[in-house]
């Protein structure tokens, strides 16, 4: 059990600040007819409360805390350092951000602080400082939001000479430093710290996606990372130093690429995140960031930002169906969530979000679909209680996700360009979730041992001391999948030499010897012992067995018959190793006989495509059962007639799409 919260935060981003003060007393009026019990403010309100370089102007602010304190509403209480005023901008240019095309931006947009300027972590740290001063003594001030959504990527001067600082750091001497990145390569070699630069257009960088040196843009992107991370820590610490105990967050954003939120979460007193899938986003997808997010401190998180209905920003803002914001929410709930928060709570009158959904809308009206559904919702949460708070969600399936490989992989130049890392990832998250059986996202240096099985797709970039740490875990016992794209690199994206897959060669009982890259159009098959056969793609590792005992062979072309899926004893565990993409049915015959190995068994026997999910705490069990097919599905046997916590009726008969039910046990 652990949770900073008393109850499940209900509410969302609030801008009372862009509204006249009569607007205020009817929000107050129709959030509580909704069952809101929480709001985020001052998100982004730097020019209001600062309107110079000397002057700050809490008045405004002091007015919404007081408004929502009197209400009784836990108050999320953001920075609104995530967007600079102009006038900082004016006067100090080298605040804002110089682009990978190497441009120096003027004022404009939000997420705009480049993370190395001394000027923006002045103010910035200053702002959070009197905030928490002024703020952070109020019981109502239930958590800190540092910024908003931190990403993107500076390429200034102040950022690249940061960056040689942080390389100093990390290889102490320009020798280890172009032995790491493989300068004699394109003769690159450095002789002077100051001659290394950005990896942008203007330097190594090859249109964005892709670079000359993955070991130079790698380290940038760490540097980034950090670079954030320290404005992250720099504000938190400011907070801290006269804020000793409210909880302290920042809204990440699921599997977004910039940031290495592994690293991030051990600064963040609780994990929080803005889920905006879009119309076609696959619900498997949806719980696997769900569970990356809480996998981040292996701990409950907060729903930060979600829409209430449509987006503006993709390019097909569809509605949410009805019900459908209801069973996503418990599905955020079922996979670990606090809290369920929305962006927004009154929708915009002008500027890029005005499309963007709200609990209340245009019209003003607490009669419309989307308003009546929040209210459901906000009973429910309120009729459930604490009951799932701080619940734990137990699992013993381990996949590995890790922003090193993330980047190296994807900064691959050959042998495929369709090779995306979180697709690999989810290819294999999704058997899980759609046979129930329930799955942590670990990073890679995590306990192994809590897992019956590891799952380690694409494990690129072996860095050290990982191999020694798999090959320990399946010694002793372990089941682990990895497959091709694995073993390749090190921590610098040099190649492991003596063949792939370098380090995990060993424990897998095979070598791959080459890998055949196919194009979309381009198809093999996987011939299984029992002469059943499925479809793969993408790459095809041409392999040697080392020990380890074929499970299929390719069906054609000039490595028709080698094997192509491998089983390994290795010590007193197994190790599988795909050498290519299955196809969704492949991967099916494959995990099949990985959970059987491994006993790893589902939640529920039954066979149903209803999700399932379970959280548990205090001795007792939360099933929470979606329809998330847009076709109607039988009940399974095993809930029927169990009491359903959210409609108080007998579980049973058929769940219309969308609907919910809640169990306890
Ligand atoms: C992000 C931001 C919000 C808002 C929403 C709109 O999550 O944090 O300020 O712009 O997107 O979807
Ligand atoms: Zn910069």
Avoid at 249 to 270: H, P, S, V
Avoid at 578 to 601: C, H, Y
């Amino acid at each position: 059990m652990k949770t900073p919260f008393n109850r499940i935060l209900y509410g969302g981003d609030y801008n009372p600040n862009q509204w006249p003060r009569e607007i205020w007393e009817e929000d107050m009026r129709l959030f509580k007819k909704a069952g809101i019990n929480s709001a985020t403010v001052n998100v982004f309100s730097w020019a209001k409360i600062q309107p110079d370089e000397e002057t700050y102007d809490f008045s405004e602010l002091d007015d919404i805390v007081e408004m929502l304190s009197r209400e009784n509403y836990d108050i999320v209480l953001a920075t609104s350092t995530g967007a600079m005023p102009a006038w900082l901008v004016k006067r100090y240019p080298e605040v804002s951000r110089v682009d990978y095309e190497g441009r120096r931006h003027k004022f404009g947009q939000r997420h705009n602080a480049c993370p190395n300027s001394p000027v923006f972590q002045k103010y910035a740290r200053r702002l959070a400082q009197k905030l928490a001063r002024r703020y952070g003594n109020n019981p109502h001030v239930t958590c800190w939001h540092i910024s908003n959504e931190y990403g993107g990527e500076c390429y200034c001067e102040n950022c690249e000479k940061a960056f040689r600082v942080w390389l100093r750091k990390k290889y102490g001497t320009l020798k280890a430093l172009n032995r790491a990145w493989n300068t004699e390569f394109w003769g690159h070699t450095f002789y002077d710290w100051d001659e290394i630069v950005a990896p942008n257009a203007l330097g190594d960088g090859i249109g964005r996606e892709k670079t000359a040196f993955a070991g130079l843009s790698i380290d940038y992107r760490r540097f980034m990372s950090d670079s954030m991370l320290e404005n992250y820590k720099m504000e938190r610490d400011a907070i801290r130093s006269v804020d000793a105990k409210t909880t302290i967050t920042t809204n990440l954003m699921g599997t977004y690429k910039g940031l290495d939120y592994f690293k991030w979460a051990k600064e963040m007193d609780i994990v929080s995140w803005d889920n905006y899938p879009a119309y076609n986003t696959p619900w498997s997808l949806t719980a696997m960031c769900h569970d990356l997010m809480r996998g981040l401190k292996d701990q409950p998180f907060m729903l930060m930002e979600q829409t209430p209905s449509q987006q503006n920003w993709q390019p097909y803002n569809s509605l949410k169906r009805p019900g459908q914001m209801r069973a996503q929410s418990w599905q955020t709930v079922a996979h670990g969530a606090d809290t369920i928060q929305f962006f927004q709570l009154r929708r915009s009158v002008g500027a890029c979000e005005k499309f963007h959904g709200a609990v209340i809308s245009h019209s003003g009206s607490g009669e419309t679909r989307v308003f009546k559904e929040v209210s459901q919702l906000g009973a429910e949460l309120a009729a459930l209680g604490n009951k799932t708070l701080g619940a734990e969600n137990p699992a013993e399936v381990g996949i590995l996700f890790d922003w090193d490989n993330y980047w190296a992989l994807e900064y691959t130049s050959g042998p495929n360009v369709e090779l995306r890392y979180v697709d690999q990832i989810h290819q294999y998250y999704r058997y899980f979730y759609e046979h129930h059986i329930p799955v942590d996202m670990i990073p890679v240096d995590a306990d192994f041992s809590r897992y019956k099985a590891v799952v380690a797709p694409v494990l690129y970039m072996v860095k050290q001391g990982m191999a020694e740490a798999l090959e320990s875990y399946v010694q002793s016992g372990g089941t682990l999948i990895t497959g091709f794209m694995s073993g390749i690199v090190d921590q610098s994206d040099n190649v492991h030499l003596g063949g792939y897959p370098g380090p995990l060669r060993r424990m897998c009982g095979v070598w791959a010897e080459e890998i055949d890259a196919l194009a979309p159009e381009q198809h093999n098959t996987l011939k299984f012992a029992d002469g059943s056969e499925c479809g793969c793609s993408l790459l095809c590792d041409i392999l040697h067995l080392e020990g380890a005992e074929a499970l299929a062979c390719y069906g054609s072309d000039f490595y028709a018959d080698t094997p192509a899926v491998t089983r390994n004893r290795f010590g007193s565990g197994t190790v599988y190793y795909v050498g290519t993409q299955p196809d969704a049915q492949g991967l099916e015959r494959i995990l099949n006989s990985l959970t059987a190995d491994a006993g790893i068994a589902p939640i529920i026997e039954e066979n149903t495509r209803l999700e399932i999910t379970r959280r548990a705490a205090d001795g007792r069990s939360y099933w929470f059962i979606i329809n998330l097919t847009g076709e109607p599905q039988p009940v399974p046997e095993s809930f029927a007639g169990e009491s359903d916590l959210l409609s108080g009726s007998k579980a049973g008969g058929e769940m219309k799409p969308f609907d919910v039910l809640l169990i306890e046990r």
